[in-house]
Nanobody, 117 residues
Framework: VQLVESGGGVVQPGGSLTLSCAASGFTFSLYDMSWVRQAPGKGLEWVSDINSGGGSTYYADSVKGRFTISRDNAKNTLYLQMNSLKPEDTALYYC???????????WGQGTQVTVSS
């Protein structure tokens, strides 16, 4: 199993970024997937979930209305569209395979998002 995130960077407050997570080594379309982040000096924070078919999505209150999770099962890729970014969104963003509720068995290496003027 391999999960590889990309798309992070430095963006000004109010800006947008789209993160991608390329999955391989398993049948991507059979698994729920999650985005989880870790801000500097803080613990892990769940951000968003999407079910295996892509029809159900869930968001932390802190990102609801600003972030959109999606997936392309034909491309084995998970996405996180982030709009109206705030300095408090600065974190290392991980994608994770989620075989159960708040259960993660494989993680990517993370991609850094920095929101700063």
């Amino acid at each position: 199993v391999q999960l590889v995130e990309s798309g992070g960077g430095v963006v000004q407050p109010g800006g947008s970024l789209t993160l991608s997570c390329a999955a391989s080594g398993f049948t991507f379309s059979l698994y729920d997937m999650s985005w989880v982040r870790q801000a500097p000096g803080k613990g892990l924070e769940w951000v968003s979930d999407i079910n295996s078919g892509g029809g159900s999505t869930y968001y932390a209150d802190s990102v609801k209305g600003r972030f959109t999770i999606s997936r392309d099962n034909a491309k084995n890729t998970l996405y996180l569209q982030m709009n109206s970014l705030k300095p408090e969104d600065t974190a290392l963003y991980y994608c994770a395979r989620a075989p159960g509720d708040y259960e993660y068995d494989y993680w990517g290496q993370g991609t850094q998002v920095t929101v700063s003027s």
